[in-house]
């Protein structure tokens, strides 16, 4: 999948304008982001490996080609937040966190509590619903 990416994302900068080929990178990498969250993340539930796994080929294959062809990945920075939710939040903290995401009703402590973790991307309600994909947290809750 991403050798043909990244051929194909080749083709486009040779073929089109800059400024064309650079409108086709940034629309393809919200459509990479949204399939990669809503299809992949949003989708399925993740062991700690499993999400350590796919934060792996996100971070090691995709990115890396997308990087090579675009500057801006701002984007992508989603994806990003929610494999730090996934795979790298310790489960007492990330359940202390989806508890407290769920219990404010202003939306700017959460944003806070949220940037705290360095989850600057997702909306509260995002960052709980990837929370929720855990295995790890539902078993704590057993």
């Known amino acids: 999948m991403f050798q043909t990416l990244s051929v194909n994302l080749m083709s486009v900068c040779q073929h089109l304008r800059p400024e064309v080929s650079a409108r086709v990178i940034n629309h393809l990498t919200e459509l990479l982001t949204d399939f990669f969250l809503f299809d992949m993340i949003l989708q399925n539930e993740f062991s700690w490996s499993g999400a350590t796994c796919l934060k792996t080929d996100i971070n090691m294959g ?3 080609i997308l990087r090579q062809f675009s500057p801006d990945l701002s984007q992508a920075r989603k994806i990003n ?13 990330a359940l202390l966190l989806k508890d407290s995401l769920l219990e404010y009703h202003d939306i700017k402590e959460a944003k806070e509590l949220l940037q705290e973790h360095e989850v600057e991307m997702l909306s509260a309600s995002m960052a709980a619903k990837v929370l929720d994909k855990r295995i790890d947290l539902r078993q704590m809750l057993i």
Request: hydrophobic residues 60%; proline residues 19%.
């Open 62 to 64: 995709l990115l890396p």
């Open 81 to 93: 937040d929610a494999l730090f939710l996934l795979a790298d939040l310790p489960a007492p903290t």
